[in-house]
């Protein structure tokens, strides 16, 4: 048995050794020579000091001490032989370093005391490089991947600027086309008005294809703000059901008799909060594209239900409900996939030249999207198309009536009002609007002029009418100053920037540019009756 023993521990390509408590080995292996390049003498002469790393000897040096203490106490069970699988560091006689897994077990005598120690050196240096060698490729994969990741990021966003710059080329062109257009019915009209060579009729006639070209200017100015969704909303709770019914009512001047419209509506609708005039405007925009897709006659389709929670929504949707769902569909030529991508770019048309701007779309989208809402569109070629709009639902009770209480006019002639417009124009233009609905005006050129009136001015000023972006001060801080000379003065804002920041709980009455003389003296006349009830 002894003589198997020693034949076996010759031929196994671990080294094996013994060591006493102290530290000295004893005796060790002939493998040796070829794991660690010692002769048997020279491996027992040099010890453990002589053949680790020196910091790999202070570690492994301390953890025999605390075992041998664990040992000697008493507290070893020699049945398990106090195991331990230590990796360490040799040191080759040729002085390259040989990483090792060893495996230690206490030895005992036949009185379960400790006397020394046995184990295994195993070389494991190849496999460490190679692990190295992985972490290195791993590492250096990873950032390559990650050169990569970064360079298709540059690359999309140059696509991303790309598209952008492309968009905003085509919204710049459109807008130009369209308004220069516009300009010249106004220009060629004024000039013809300025000869003084038309008779009276000729006059009226001129002056309406102004007023007209001046009322397309806002219609485009409206689009537009919508599609960037800065258009100053007039949120109430509606009745989704009334709006459907109104604006279908309106579709038959618009679609024509070969085009057929059913309506299924819910009969427990709930009510939606958002501007009337916007989502009447995205039905009629919804149902001209879709009459334009059914050239041959059709039949348009406008649902609306209310969303079921346990149904899911489309993954791109950022809002989650509950929603009033109004689904407009056609039985028209339907779109490709390369088309839906683009159909809400502003000025992106299919339409042929001079038939279509590309605002139609693009302002639904934006309409829809400044509500709160979301929109979704299902179509194939030669399937129809199908435009879904999710509409925040109001938790108010579904009014019964969509009409607003009218303000009943009264006398402005002893009301004084102080207009602030640093635009001359504006501000002359401004000043005959009021004056000719009744009004006594102040005009001010500047917000200087406008203190100096509140301070100097011998009798009432009813209300002052503000632009809000003006130099120096602006019409907000206007208002402060003017409120601390006169509390009980009244303020109206006016801009031509409708996404001007006045703060969320800022209820000063605003009206947008342009506006109508009639608007603006309808607001005025509104704010001023509240003084008086």
């Known amino acids: 048995m002894q003589q198997r023993f020693e034949v076996m521990l010759e031929t196994i390509t671990d080294v094996f050794w013994a060591m006493d408590l102290d530290g000295r080995f004893t005796d060790v292996s002939n493998s040796v020579l070829s ?19 020196p910091k790999c000897y202070d570690t492994v040096r301390a953890l025999l001490d605390r075992s041998t203490d664990l ?19 040799y040191v080759h006689k040729n002085g390259d370093v040989v990483f090792a897994e060893v495996t230690n077990h206490f030895l005992f005598d036949a009185k379960g005391k400790p006397i020394g120690y046995a184990g295994l050196i195993r070389d494991v240096t190849q496999r460490r490089q190679a692990e190295a060698q992985i972490r290195a490729m791993t590492e250096e994969l990873e950032l390559r991947v990650l050169e990569r990741t970064e360079a298709l990021r540059d690359k999309e966003e140059q696509l991303r600027h790309a598209q952008k710059t492309e968009a905003l080329g085509r919204l710049a062109g459109g807008v130009a086309h369209d308004f220069n257009n516009l300009l010249v019915v106004i220009q060629s009209y004024a000039s013809l008005l300025l000869m003084g060579e038309s008779d009276a009729e000729e006059v009226t006639e001129c002056l309406q294809e102004i007023s ?25 709770t509606l009745n989704m059901r009334e709006i459907i019914q109104e604006t279908v009512r309106m579709l038959g001047r618009v679609l024509g008799e070969d085009i057929t419209v059913e309506m299924d509506i819910a009969p427990k609708l709930g009510a939606v909060l958002a501007d009337a005039h916007h989502l009447q405007q995205v039905l009629l925009n919804l149902a001209v594209n879709a009459r334009d897709a ?17 149904v899911g929504l489309p993954p791109q949707f950022a809002s989650r409900g509950p929603f009033v769902v109004v689904v407009v569909s056609d039985t028209g030529c339907g779109m490709d996939a390369e088309t839906i991508s683009q159909i809400f770019d502003p000025f992106f048309t299919t339409k042929s030249t001079g038939k279509g701007t590309g605002l139609g779309l693009s302002s639904v989208y934006g309409m829809v999207k400044q509500s709160g809402g979301e929109i979704d569109v299902h179509s194939e070629v030669g ?44 501000r002359e ?39 809000v972006v003006m130099p120096r001060m602006n019409g907000i801080q206007l208002r402060e ?48 009756a509240t003084t008086e009830k």
């Open 294 to 310: 059914m050239e041959d006659g059709g039949t348009l389709t406008i649902r609306a239900y209310n969303h079921d929670p346990d």
């Open 35 to 53: 794991v660690l390049g010692y002769s048997r003498s020279e491996f027992l002469e040099l010890g453990l000091s002589g053949l680790l790393t």
């Open 71 to 89: 040992a000697r106490s008493g507290r070893m069970d020699p049945e398990r032989g106090g195991h331990l699988l230590l990796d360490q560091e």
């Open 212 to 236: 007209a070209a001046a009322d397309r200017g806002a219609d485009l100015t409206r689009q537009l703000l919508a599609i960037s969704r800065k258009q100053p909303l007039k949120p109430r």
């Open 383 to 426: 399937q129809g198309t199908t435009f879904e709009i999710y509409l925040p639902q109001s938790l108010k009770k579904v009014p019964t009536s969509r009409e607003i209480p009218m303000v009943k006019a009264h006398s402005t002639r002893t009301r004084t009002v102080l207009l602030v417009e640093d635009q001359k124009p504006v």
């Open 481 to 528: 100053v003017a409120m601390e000379r006169r509390p009980d003065l009244k303020v109206v804002f006016m801009s031509g920037y409708p996404d001007v920041s006045r703060g969320d709980s800022d209820t000063t009455p605003f009206i947008a540019k342009p506006f109508t003389p009639e608007s603006l003296k309808s607001l005025l006349r509104a704010v001023l």
């Open 429 to 467: 233009v401004t000043k005959l609007i009021l004056e000719r609905g009744g009004f006594r005006v102040l005009d001010a050129s500047t917000p200087e002029v406008a203190i100096r009136f509140c301070e100097e001015h011998p009798g009432p000023i009813h209300l002052m009418l503000t632009d």
